[in-house]
């Protein structure tokens, strides 16, 4: 099976087969669409068993057959009410994938460009240039005569950015007519997968319901942002429906771009493959470093930019201190492979670190670019550069740790408001995007260059809200935002190096070293991570309690560049 996304919420595949069922539904699809007529092909699988194998793995199942070339308003119309009431993300496959991405193509026709359409359908791997003149035709047809419900601020993403920028709007002005877009049901607090990984935390510690942890008087969107008519001020969603707003605030996060590895996606979760990067993967992470006893493990880092850069060596540090303690270490070889070409971007806190890495005898690999994993067999190909040549190595592995590739969403690196690496291209210190003076963005999915983490969105979502309202009532009153990002390195169960830092590696510690000396390990950086961030996460960012986190505010004129 071969899922290629499309949209947040909807991917097309070629014909899937019933043990793929399970497969999808691992990789989070809810429902299950058939745009393949029953008796195309010999081997072709009956729609009815897809639907069984659906059934017994407790996901939806629709079935919208369409013989080739034979598109009709009235079976697009059939397409688009499953995709408005069937719950997402959703995977739809004929033969090829063709149709099904088709099928969405005339669906959003209406809403979106043709030129984001086909953005999104090639970048899939679907060519559907031939459609255009048809996507041309029912473009804005009757869909833009009405005013859409507007919002004073719109925010996009339920995820750390956007409930902490709402938490810290609706603080200083609590009858503001805020709303939040966001498709997922579940609220993860991504900074505790570490630790999941580690044995520290359960997995159920890092997630909440959404409608839990919205501030009190925020409108909740269930849906998914497919496109922006910033003109307009309007934004359209997966579904169709449109909402206006007087400032847009875009924090949607980042893509794992599990997808670029080849071989990765299939083996994830199996074979001694693992990932931090995932809520249902952590606790895998920990069976395995429970389990190995010999063999070598390795640790991968993809190219930069990736949100919390610490991530993949904090896992190599956790499971070899495991492996330490519990005598076994000494029949374990762990390599760490990086992409990049230094154990950490902020040179101060890499002499701690390398202690730790003769501590746990780690060999350094960098320039290492994880390209392809064999699963079955337990072989993972690196490409390796070496000045100008490069060149492919294979290491077999006992268990692996994989950080995967990152990029922007496809929704925004096909929108206006992009940037040409694909990141919402906003200001740095003022977090305004630099074309549209109304819009804002924070997070990992903005093209601000600081370290990728909650920490930076505690500071972040603080100034945008500042700065919203300062649009929002044509004030020249703004806030700043001074790159400050933090990762806390776990080197051992008990100890952290407390990495604190700004736009250009310019050293923030938030304490005196008395109390916690960054550069070096420490017990009660530990107790902070364990103890303190989770409630500051839950009960301080989300309540608009903006603990070590006051903006500083300045006076400039606003308006775009
Ligand atoms: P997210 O929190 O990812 O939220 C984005 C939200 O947008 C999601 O809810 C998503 O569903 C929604 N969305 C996506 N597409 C759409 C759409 N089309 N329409 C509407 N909504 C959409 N940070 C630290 O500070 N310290 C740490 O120790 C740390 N460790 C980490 C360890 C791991 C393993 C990981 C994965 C992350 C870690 N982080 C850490 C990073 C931190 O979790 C992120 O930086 C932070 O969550 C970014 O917030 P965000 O709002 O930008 O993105």
Same mark, same amino acid.
């Given at each position: 099976m071969e899922i290629k996304p499309i949209a947040p919420s909807f991917a097309a595949s070629p014909q899937i087969r019933p043990d793929d069922v399970a497969r999808a539904v691992q990789a989070g699809y809810k429902t299950i669409v058939c745009n393949r007529p029953d008796g @195309?092909?010999? !081997?072709q699988p009956a729609a009815a068993e897809i639907a069984e194998a659906a059934r017994a793995a407790g996901v939806e199942f629709r079935y919208l057959p369409i013989k080739p070339g034979q598109f009709t308003d009235e079976l697009v119309k059939s397409f688009e009410d499953v995709l408005s009431t069937c719950k997402g993300p959703i995977l739809a496959y004929c033969r090829t994938g063709t149709r099904s991405s088709t099928l969405w193509a005339l669906t959003r026709a209406k809403m979106l460009s043709p030129e984001a359409i086909l953005a999104a359908t090639s970048k899939a791997g679907? !060519?559907?240039? *031939?459609l255009r003149p048809m996507m041309e035709e029912r473009f804005g047809a009757d869909v833009y005569t009405s005013r859409p419900e507007s919002y004073d601020v719109l925010i996009v993403g339920g995820g750390a950015g956007g409930v902490s920028a709402a938490a810290s709007l609706l603080k200083r002005r609590p009858h503001a007519k805020v709303a939040i877009i966001e498709p997922r049901e579940e609220h993860y607090y991504q900074p505790g997968w570490t630790l999941v990984g580690a044995g520290v935390f359960e997995r159920g510690q890092t997630v909440r319901r959404m409608g839990e942890v919205l501030p009190d008087g925020v409108k909740w969107i269930r849906g998914a942002v497919a496109g922006f008519l910033p003109e307009k001020n309007e934004v359209t969603l997966e579904n169709g429906e449109r909402y206006g707003y007087e400032v847009l605030i875009v924090t949607p996060g980042l893509k +794992?771009?599990? @997808?670029? &590895? =080849? *071989?990765l996606a299939d083996t994830l979760g199996k074979n001694g493959v693992t990932s931090n990067y995932r809520y249902d993967l952590a606790p895998y992470t920990w069976e395995l470093v429970k389990s190995v006893r010999k063999g070598k493990a390795l640790f991968t880092q993809p190219p930069m930019p990736i949100k919390c850069a610490g991530a993949p060596q904090k896992a190599m540090y956790l499971s070899a201190d495991y492996w330490l303690r519990t005598g076994v270490l000494k029949d374990i070889d762990v390599e760490f492979c990086n992409a990049?070409?230094? +154990?950490? *971007? &902020?040179? =101060?806190y890499v002499p701690a670190l390398m202690e730790y890495v003769e501590r746990y005898d780690a060999t350094l690999s960098f320039n290492h670019n994880l390209v392809k994993v064999d699963g079955e067999n337990k072989v993972a190909t690196f490409e390796v550069t070496d000045g100008e040549t490069t060149s492919t190595v294979e290491k077999e592995f006992e268990m692996m740790h994989v950080c995967p590739p990152q990029t922007g969403l496809d929704f925004i690196k096909a929108s206006p408001l992009a940037d040409e690496a694909g990141w919402v291209d906003v200001d740095q210190a003022t977090l305004q995007h630099k074309k549209y003076p109304n819009i804002f963005g924070l997070g =990992?999915?903005?093209?601000?260059?600081?370290?990728?983490t909650a920490a930076a969105v505690r500071k972040q979502a603080p100034v945008a809200a500042v700065n919203a309202l300062a649009v929002l009532d044509g004030h020249e009153l703004v806030a700043e935002y001074d790159g400050y990002g933090s990762c806390p +390195?776990? &080197? @051992?169960? *008990?100890k952290i190096v407390l990495a604190e830092f700004g736009y250009g590696g310019k050293l923030m510690p938030s304490f005196p070293d008395w109390i916690i000396d960054g550069m070096r390990p420490s017990r009660r950086a530990w107790f902070l991570k364990e103890r303190m961030l989770p409630p500051m996460y839950w009960q301080g960012m989300f309540r608009g309690r903006e603990y070590l986190a006051q903006p500083r505010m300045t006076f400039k004129k606003i308006g775009a560049e």
């Open positions: @195309e092909a010999d !081997d679907y !060519d559907l240039s *031939g +794992l771009n599990w @997808e670029a &590895v =080849d *071989g990049g070409g230094v +154990l950490f *971007g &902020v040179p =101060d =990992d999915g903005c093209s601000t260059p600081n370290a990728k +390195l776990t &080197v @051992e169960r *008990g």
